[in-house]
């Protein structure tokens, strides 16, 4: 980076400025398969200082075209969003406060780590319930950027659910306040006639001219992570416009958020899991349709090759959870066990999870589920107390480390890791996906929330081998063209980013993807917002920033 640029941004920049060879490193690197050495990274001690930020590379992008910044938090992302060979704009190290926890809603900057946040609410009995499976480890920033679901968001929806308001700087470095408003009221911000208010104009106007097409664009899934999502900001029925449902899931392409308003959701006392055991997949999608409309609080679920590594390997969990914890656990997997060796391992294993304010309340409708299931003649369970159904939870979030802790010269590939089809077609998707790995001879688990037709497949490959990318790329088309035939989603939750972004014309085809890149063009003309995600990305960026070493 040219000396005199960098120079100038130390002036108006409060925050730290680091170029060391050392922080480059690390934040070249994300959950993904990628490795992005950047040029520098920010850390902001405010909104001003984001601001400062955005004018500075505005100014100089013509002396330096190649300048760009993306927005970065805990950096626990499997798909390369966080990652750019610009410049870094980190918010945990100093942009992580909770400044206000009230009883329908709290405000957090964008640094501020899940856990954190999880453990103020929950003091008044609230939570934000979005949450992933790495909540003990990601930062709200990111959640709003690739719009975070979880084992919850059958009930409670994604991220983009539970926003009430944002702060984001846009691309002329100013930060304005988002929210949801009425068509009216939008109509007097677009007669400001000011930067917001041409960018709200042109964005209704895209909207309007093309409605009937960008509502037919949309995946005909519960929920969606990939493409801009243009056919949630209007909502003609309800006649309001939300710019907030644009912002969630962008990736930070077309503004940085500095400030999020969530609106909280009152916790549960008690909740307890039904346990059933397919045998097969053929019964799938009829009993996933039989239990949603009870309203379960969870519907997950993990594979036999899920369950095998648990009892396989099960004395790792006695580094996790010690001696005792682990002993008890072990009493726990007694059944599992015999369930390995006598060779009747189920397909999959269900996990539908119930809560409410009283336990009877729970139990009684844990045993209602039960019973209008019996017909099926699967083996259920209604677990005892918290340690059982823990277990299960165990399980599912723990047997992909096992296996990639005893598979060696190997590494995690996310790169199909976040499918979705409606639940109905799982029956013949499922096998189909499968069938696809096996070809490949993959190891792999497979897990998900079945409730929304959401598995999360994360094979381990060699990525010293010459042929890994080319084998990812032609994995991912096969995967990806039966997801379209299913019209569902290559993203549910984990975004784009680098790995899918190519895979988005195939989606969505050649003029909603116009739209897209119209989109982008509105909010970002200079492409100074981590170029090259939702839009701009290409087959060569996969195979040109993939790591080369497991």
Request: with cysteine; hydrophobic share 35%.
């Amino acid at each position: 980076m040219n000396t005199e640029i960098l120079e100038e941004i130390k002036k108006d920049f409060k925050g730290d400025v680091e170029n060391s060879e050392e922080i480059l490193k690390k934040y070249s690197r994300d959950a993904s398969l990628f490795e992005i050495k950047p040029k520098l990274v920010l850390f902001p001690k405010s909104s001003s200082d984001v601001q400062n930020a955005v004018k500075w590379l505005n100014k100089n992008k013509e002396k330096e075209p190649s300048l760009s910044i993306t927005a970065r938090s805990a950096g626990t992302d499997m798909s390369g969003g966080p990652l750019n060979d610009s410049v870094i704009i980190d918010f945990t190290r100093y942009m992580n406060k909770i400044i206000e926890v009230k009883d329908d809603y709290g405000i957090v900057e964008p640094g501020c780590f899940y856990r954190d946040f999880d453990k103020a609410t929950r003091k008044i009995g609230k939570i934000m319930p979005t949450y992933t499976a790495s909540r003990e480890i990601c930062a709200v920033g990111g959640m709003v950027a690739n719009n975070a679901g979880g084992e919850k968001s059958i009930k409670y929806g994604k991220t983009e659910n539970h926003l009430k308001k944002l702060k984001v700087v846009f691309s002329d470095g100013n930060e304005y306040e988002l929210r949801p408003m009425t068509i009216s009221e939008l109509e007097q911000k677009i007669s400001e006639n000011n930067f917001e208010g041409n960018l709200y104009k042109k964005l209704f106007d895209l909207i309007k001219e093309n409605y009937d097409e960008i509502m037919s664009a949309k995946p005909d899934v519960s929920k969606n992570s990939s493409g801009y999502y243009l056919w949630n900001v209007y909502d003609k029925d309800n006649q309001t416009f939300d710019l907030c449902r644009l912002i969630a899931g962008s990736q930070g392409t077309l503004g940085i958020v500095t400030e999020i308003t969530f609106n909280l959701t009152p916790i549960a006392k008690y909740s307890n899991l039904l346990v059933v055991f397919l045998p097969s997949l053929e019964k799938v999608s009829e009993l996933v349709t039989r239990i949603l409309p009870y309203k379960p609080e969870s519907l997950e679920t993990y594979d036999d090759k899920s369950m095998i590594l648990a009892v396989r390997f099960f004395f790792d969990f006695f580094k996790q959870l010690g001696f005792w914890g682990a002993l008890k656990l072990g009493f726990q997997f007694i059944p599992e066990t015999f369930m390995v060796l006598s060779g009747g391992v189920p397909k999959l294993i269900l996990m539908i999870e119930f809560s409410g304010n009283t336990e009877e309340e729970v139990i009684s409708k844990l045993t209602e589920v039960r019973d209008h299931l019996t017909d099926f003649h699967f083996k259920m369970h209604i677990a005892k107390n918290s340690n059982e159904a823990e277990k299960y939870w165990d399980i599912r979030h723990e047997s992909f480390n096992l296996l990639r802790k005893h598979v060696h010269g190997k590494r995690t590939a996310p790169f199909i890791d976040d499918l979705i089809v409606k639940p109905e077609f799982l029956p013949e998707f499922l096998p189909r996906i499968k069938a696809i790995l096996d070809e490949y001879k993959l190891d792999y688990t497979v897990q998900g929330h079945l409730g929304n037709g959401n598995f999360h497949i994360i094979p381990l490959m060699d990525l010293d081998s010459p042929f890994t990318s080319d084998a990812i790329l032609e994995i991912s088309k096969k995967v990806y063209s039966i997801v379209k035939k299913y019209k569902g989603s290559n993203s549910a939750e984990h975004n784009d980013g680098i790995i899918r972004t190519p895979y988005l014309l195939e989606q969505f085809g050649e003029r909603v993807n116009k739209l897209f890149a119209e989109t982008k063009n509105i909010f970002d003309p200079k492409n100074i917002f981590n170029p090259n995600k939702k839009v701009g990305g290409t087959f060569d960026d996969i195979k040109k920033w993939m790591i080369k070493k497991n």
